[in-house]
């Protein structure tokens, strides 16, 4: 009787029956599903073949145990998800990200060759992965498999048991995230490594090695910019430049106060100098902390999962170190000016108020340097709504800073400000936190929910109250301070 006129069900029963053909059946039926499983864990051709013969194998053995014949696919697919995690776990890594040699290939009394031998080279194999192992899990599966089963839908989502949208939409996903240059070249690869007879009758032949079913009756007993380049002039010009304005406008806010509260030419040069060379070493260590990120990524090939953990907490110490200086900064200005009424309680000069023009620019300018980037990056991940969400936020932030901060001068107005920059500092952490999942969903082109099976986005909220805890250390510390310099 033909493989195509037999059901899982019959080819179960006929084996444990002690039939190696039927059996030998069910590897030719499910041969291609298990090794591309095993590949897209793994990375490499060899060793998914050699857990795929372990697969099959622990199947011939344990066959007795499956208790519904009919879901065979789910239970070899289960056999291979375990011994592949087991075999990871025991080697301490995640999977491959270059391909092993393919000289040392075992000989097989089959009748070709077995195809990791006959297929590619070494170099190409090494493209390959690297290829493939950007691509999520999620959408390399469907992928591989699509490929190797004669880029039938229809086959893919009986054998991974899914609607045949499901399987379109993760394969176009999954080509989307593929750069277009090697695309073709995976396609034509993964058609070329398709195991074939030669793989079932490496197994066939292992089969008289082990025990039969019958023998285990007593043991009876598993990016982005496409919505930037489509939103015209302002995504493709203005909002690139958002981070720069943004700096810009902050340095020419400070220099603007320093201009207005400083009489002596001499000392406003020295505070403007010491402004924006402030500003060199944050935008330095901003830029040259993620670049050194990145840099350990590649080196230690790290996934993607860490990747995105190892930058989210960069980031979050980098604000947390800003922070510390901020209120380093302010308590220094305190006892600076403790110390001058101090010297002349009666000689201080009386301080007029900012003019309201000037008062604009110098608040337009801090929103700026505060926001500019997160509207950007709100941007680039193709979160529109987001984006002009946060920027309509910025401007009723302005005007409310703007009236509380008009007509107050000295102490007043510096606490004043200080206050508004918390409640800006608490928008952002908002901002951020209620949309990264829609960020990094854009980035990857999936769903949120789906993002969440991506990313550790858990890290984000769990990082801010981290920040949020050491702010109120640093806060109380001030009071302290303060309470200490007072006395």
């Not at 890594?93 to 060759?113: G, I, N, Q």
């Not at 032949?205 to 015209?232: D, F, Q, R, Y």
Request: hydrophobic share 50%.
């Amino acid at each position: 009787m033909n493989a195509a006129e037999h059901n899982d069900a019959d080819l179960v029963a006929e084996s444990l029956g002690g039939s190696r053909d039927a059996f030998r059946q069910i590897v030719e039926r499910y041969q291609t599903l298990i090794c591309s499983l095993a590949y897209s864990a793994t990375g490499n051709m060899s060793q998914s073949e050699d857990v795929a013969q372990e697969t099959f194998l622990a199947a011939w053995t344990d066959l007795r145990t499956l208790r519904e014949p009919e879901k065979l696919r789910s239970w070899l697919c289960g056999i291979v998800r375990n011994r592949i995690h087991r075999s990871l776990r025991s080697e301490g890594r995640e999977p491959v990200c270059s391909a092993a040699a393919l000289e040392e290939a075992h000989e097989s009394p089959a009748c070709e060759a077995l195809p990791s031998e006959q297929a590619i080279s070494r170099e190409e194999e090494a493209i390959l992965w690297r290829s493939l192992e950007k691509i999520p899990e999620l959408y390399r599966e469907p992928l591989i498999l699509f490929y190797r089963q004669h880029k039938s839908i229809e086959h893919v989502a009986v054998e991974l048991e899914l609607s045949e949208d499901a399987v379109k939409q993760r394969l176009a996903r999954g080509r989307k995230l593929l750069q277009e240059e090697v695309q073709a070249f995976v396609e034509n690869t993964l058609c070329r490594t398709a195991p074939g007879q030669a793989f079932s009758g490496a197994v066939f032949a292992a089969l008289p090695l082990v025990a039969g079913p019958g023998a285990t009756a007593g043991l009876g007993i598993g990016a982005k910019g496409t919505a930037a380049a489509k939103s015209g002039f302002v995504a493709a010009w203005l909002a690139p430049l958002t981070p720069f304005l943004g700096i810009a406008a902050g340095a020419g806010a400070q220099c603007l106060l320093i201009r207005a509260g400083t009489s002596d030419p001499k000392l406003r040069t020295r505070k403007m100098t010491q402004v924006i060379l402030g500003w060199v070493v944050v935008i330095g260590l901003a830029w040259g902390g993620e670049s050194v990120m990145r840099s350990l990524a590649r080196h230690f090939q790290w996934d993607g999962r860490t990747r995105f953990v190892a930058l989210a907490g960069f980031w979050w110490f980098y604000m947390g170190a800003m922070i510390t200086w901020m209120f380093a900064l302010a308590r220094r200005g305190l006892a600076m000016r403790l110390t001058n009424e101090l010297a002349s309680e009666t000689s201080q000069p009386d301080m007029t108020p900012m003019k309201p023009g000037l008062l604009a620019i110098v608040v337009a300018g801090v929103h700026l340097a505060l926001f500019s980037w997160l509207v950007r990056v709100a941007w680039n991940a193709g979160d529109q709504l987001g984006a002009w969400a946060i920027a309509g936020t910025v401007v009723v932030l302005g005007v409310l800073a703007f009236v509380r901060i008009r007509g107050k001068t000295g102490a007043e107005a510096a606490r004043t400000g200080n206050g508004h920059l918390g409640m800006c500092f608490v928008v952002m952490m908002l901002a951020i936190n209620l949309r990264i999942d829609v960020w990094v969903a854009s980035a990857y082109g999936v769903t949120v929910a789906e993002a969440h099976r991506l990313q550790p986005i858990w890290i984000v909220p769990t990082l801010t109250l981290a920040l949020v805890v050491w702010t109120g250390v640093l806060t109380a510390l001030s009071k302290i301070k303060s309470c200490v310099v007072t006395r």
